[in-house]
T-cell receptor, first 113, second 109 residues
Framework: DTEVTQTPKHLVMGMTNKKSLKCEQH?????MYWYKQKAKKPPELMFV???????INESVPSRFSPECPNSSLLNLHLHALQPEDSALYLC????????????FGSGTRLTVV | GQNIDQPTEMTATEGAIVQINCTYQ??????LFWYQQHAGEAPTFLSY????GLEEKGRFSSFLSRSKGYSYLLLKELQMKDSASYLC??????????FGGGTRLMVKP
């Protein structure tokens, strides 16, 4: 298995809703990432988990809450989002230092109404 | 910090060759990636360079010069399906991947 799987592929949520994005990989990668990508912009790093511990939080608002239940799973919990949070949310994983094997999931297209 | 520059847009003709340049300034360089991204889809891995020189993979080649902070992606025998954004990204020792703004390539008949 050489894939990063993200669910759901599409999500529409209201500003008062609570939802979660899920990411899974079975490549034995020990680093996992969340990126946010707006239209016609490059992906922007949100969070980095290394060996299941949060190592980097790029000043992301608290309405985004990451969770790494185990080495294969990464969640992003969403609460009280704003319409400007609508974007493509990408999960990625890598083997470790050096960036080798950096693999992206297919993304979740999030729309906040 | 990191600074990565690439042209915003390029246009080329089907069957031709196009070179997309990327320059970077970074601390703790640990490799450079090129990704292809079609609108609304996730980035797809094209190449990874960590040492100086040319890496060739079919119609795609990528070159790196660490001393110059420079890379290029070369696409040969262009096809219409190559119309996409091409993202240059640099990783540091902390394994953070930072992207350039991307180059939108339009291939015309």
């Amino acid at each position: 298995d050489t894939e990063v799987t993200q669910t759901p592929k599409h999500l529409v949520m209201g500003m008062t809703n609570k939802k979660s994005l899920k990411c899974e990989q079975h490549m034995g990668h020990r680093a996992m990432y969340w990126y946010k990508q707006k239209a016609k912009k490059p992906p922007e790093l949100m969070f980095v988990y290394s060996y299941e511990k949060l190592s980097i939080n790029e000043s992301v608002p608290s309405r985004f809450s990451p969770e790494c239940p185990n080495s294969s799973l990464l969640n992003l919990h969403l609460h009280a989002l704003q319409p400007e949070d609508s974007a493509l949310y990408l999960c990625a994983s890598s083997q470790g230092p050096g960036g080798s094997g950096y693999t992206f999931g297919s993304g979740t297209r999030l729309t906040v109404v | 910090g990191q600074n990565i520059d690439q042209p915003t847009e390029m246009t080329a003709t089907e069957g031709a060759i196009v070179q997309i340049n990327c320059t970077y300034q970074t601390s703790g360089f640990n490799g450079l990636f090129w990704y292809q991204q079609h609108a609304g889809e996730a980035p797809t891995f094209l190449s990874y360079n960590v040492l100086d020189g040319l890496e060739e993979k079919g119609r795609f080649s990528s070159f790196l010069s660490r001393s110059k902070g420079y890379s290029y992606l070369l696409l040969k025998e262009l096809q219409m399906k190559d119309s996409a954004s091409y993202l240059c990204a640099v990783t540091n020792a902390g394994n953070m991947l930072t992207f350039g703004g991307g180059t939108r390539l339009m291939v015309k008949p």
